[in-house]
């Protein structure tokens, strides 16, 4: 099992470039979601995911966009980034919800110029 | 607005010592209170977690208080080893989908 995979670990972007951030796992887990990290605010929730064709938003959802069309990948979109958006995002999975132990991915470091 | 709140920030023990970590909330419809360790350039990993029907859960070197009138858990280190010094995240969240992380609290511990 890889667990929960990211892709890219780095990437730099100027303003206002659009990317997508991957995120697979292979546990046939139901949940997922996406959080970013910054010094001194611990991990903010951006969306979550309870099933393929099944999203919702967290605590920090302006500026990105999510789908799930599987249960395995849950890609994050940035439509137009900012600097503001530059951060560590991690990928995280669980079978059922928050409330259970979520598995994260190693993140991608991203950086917006 | 932090809906757990987490301190210190920082904090340096000798090897052998006690850190703990603080946690306060105040939204009583938390019902799952996790503790999640993370280690430079990795993702964070639970280390241990808690429900309000009890006050003490041990594993390992690892002890979380939980204070339900209070509102208020911690996280107890006990014997701490170099190998321990990571940052350490509390959480929690209600019978729903989201998660609420504290700020972290980075732990050192000197040999």
């Known amino acids: 099992n890889a667990g929960v995979t990211q892709t890219p670990k780095f990437q730099v972007l100027k303003t206002g470039q659009s990317m997508t951030l991957q995120c697979a796992q292979d546990m046939n887990h139901e949940y997922m979601s996406w959080y970013r990290q910054d010094p001194g605010m611990g991990l903010r929730l951006i969306h979550y995911?309870?099933?393929?064709?099944?999203?919702d938003q967290g605590e920090v959802p302006n500026g990105y966009n999510v789908s799930r069309s599987t249960t395995e990948d849950f890609p994050l979109r940035l439509l137009s980034a900012a600097p503001s958006q530059t951060s560590v995002y991690f990928c995280?999975?669980?079978?059922?919800?928050?409330?259970?132990?979520?598995?994260f991915g190693p993140g991608t470091r991203l950086l917006v110029l | 607005q932090q809906q757990v709140k987490q301190s210190p920030q920082s904090l340096i023990v000798q090897k052998g010592g006690i850190p703990i970590i603080n946690c306060a909330y105040e939204n009583t419809a938390f019902d799952y209170f996790p503790w999640y360790q993370q280690f430079p350039g990795k993702g964070p990993a639970l280390l241990i977690a808690i429900r309000p029907d009890v006050s003490e859960k041990k594993e390992g070197r690892f002890t979380i208080s939980f204070n339900k009138s209070a509102k208020q858990f911690s996280l107890h280190i006990m014997d701490s080893q170099p190998g321990d010094s990571a940052t350490y995240f509390c959480a929690a969240s209600t019978n729903d989908y989201k998660l609420s992380f504290g700020a972290g609290t980075t732990v050192t511990v000197r040999a």
């Open positions: 995280a999975s669980s079978w059922r919800g928050a409330g259970e132990t979520q598995y």
């Open positions: 995911s309870v099933g393929a064709g099944i999203t």
